[in-house]
């Protein structure tokens, strides 16, 4: 049976109603599907793309990630984003976020370096980075703004969410040069902040389609189902995740996923596929016993959820 799009929208419209879904991300059994760009991820999906550790393998095997978030009042997106890319496997991660956050850093996640948010602008600081995620509890004001413009001349790609997205959306030259292959996470919100206000999820699905392929870039458009729409167009559904997930710093836990697949080696799209997976399907894995779950306890159960996903 046929699946349509307004199965996956929180609103109704004429066109979701008649847009075929094909199931999968390979070939599908008919013309409609095959023609689609609406794809939902299917468990065997992940199991195609998803690279197990190989022996002899050691931390430089699975990249290093930058974070850069964090401000006095949000600490706690730095560390949550943090804690997202340690538990989804990058072989290093550093933070810059403000130096006061430095103890509860080092006591909550030792294993996560440290960078002054000066020391990034210094010629080539970014080059040992395989990956960078830019936003989280970033703040609005002119000191991270400044931030973004700069290291937006460095022509380097990004996962920019929270923050970063909002100061984008008033710097639509920033916006223009961002680097190809870079990832943007809005939810909702964020989303009509940066590309105008929609008054339908089919007309934003639209605006996302476009906005991808005009700037070369993966947008990851963040609901109870996930939109991760390519380069080319192409609008895979994340079905995992639950309402037990609605609470504040599972965006920051998110992005954390996404940079450690950048990190080991994951084209930006397949990152975002596997990054809005596994979030999601750790959210349903502790929804199985809990009413509601934190956005730390998914970050937790990620290496849990992996592997009892992939002996599946
Ligand atoms: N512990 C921490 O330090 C935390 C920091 N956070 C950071 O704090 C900064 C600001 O967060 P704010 O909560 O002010 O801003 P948000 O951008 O999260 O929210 C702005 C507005 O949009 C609404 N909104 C968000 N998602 C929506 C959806 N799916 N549907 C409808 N409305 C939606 C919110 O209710 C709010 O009114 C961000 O950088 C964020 O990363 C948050 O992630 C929460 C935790
Ligand atoms: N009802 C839900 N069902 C599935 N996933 C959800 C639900 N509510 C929230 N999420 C997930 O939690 C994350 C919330 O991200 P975001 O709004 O950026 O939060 P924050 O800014 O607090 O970190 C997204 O990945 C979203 O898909």
């Known amino acids: 049976m046929a699946t349509f799009l307004n199965s996956f929208l929180p609103d109704s419209d004429p066109q979701s109603k008649t847009q075929i879904v094909g199931k999968g991300l390979g070939k599908q059994t008919t013309k409609e599907e095959e023609t689609s760009p609406f794809r939902l991820i299917e468990p065997e999906d992940i199991k195609k793309l998803f690279k197990p550790r190989a022996a002899f393998s050691y931390k430089g095997s699975y990249g290093h990630a930058l974070i850069i978030a964090g401000a006095q009042q949000t600490m706690g997106a730095a560390l949550l984003t943090s804690k997202g890319c340690l538990y989804a496997g990058a072989g290093l991660t550093t933070t810059s976020m403000p130096e006061s956050g430095l103890t509860a850093l080092n006591t909550l996640l030792p294993e996560v370096m440290f960078i002054k948010r000066k020391a990034l602008l210094k010629n080539d600081a970014l080059t040992k980075y395989s990956a960078i995620a830019i936003g989280p509890g970033l703040g ?154 934190t956005a730390s306890q998914v970050a937790e159960q990620i290496p849990r959820t992996i592997k009892d996903f992939l002996l599946s």
């Open 140 to 293: 609005k004001g002119a000191k991270a703004e400044q931030t973004l413009a700069q290291l937006f001349t460095l022509k380097r790609d990004f996962i920019a969410d929270a923050d970063a997205l909002n100061i984008l959306a008033s710097r639509p030259d920033l916006l223009a040069i961002i680097e190809k292959h870079s990832i943007l996470t809005p939810h909702v919100k964020e989303f009509d902040g940066l590309f105008g206000k929609h008054t339908n999820w089919w007309d934003r699905l639209q605006t996302a389609r476009k906005k991808a392929i005009q700037l070369g870039i993966v947008i990851v458009l963040k609901n109870q189902y996930t939109f991760i729409v390519s380069q080319r167009g192409e609008v895979f559904i994340n079905s995992t995740g639950n309402p037990a997930m609605a609470q504040g710093g599972m965006g920051d836990v998110l992005t954390g996923i996404i940079v450690a697949y950048v990190a080991q080696g994951y084209a930006a799209k397949d990152a975002a596929i596997l990054g809005c997976y596994f979030h999601g399907k750790a959210g349903d894995d502790l929804a199985i016993k809990s009413f509601n779950v």
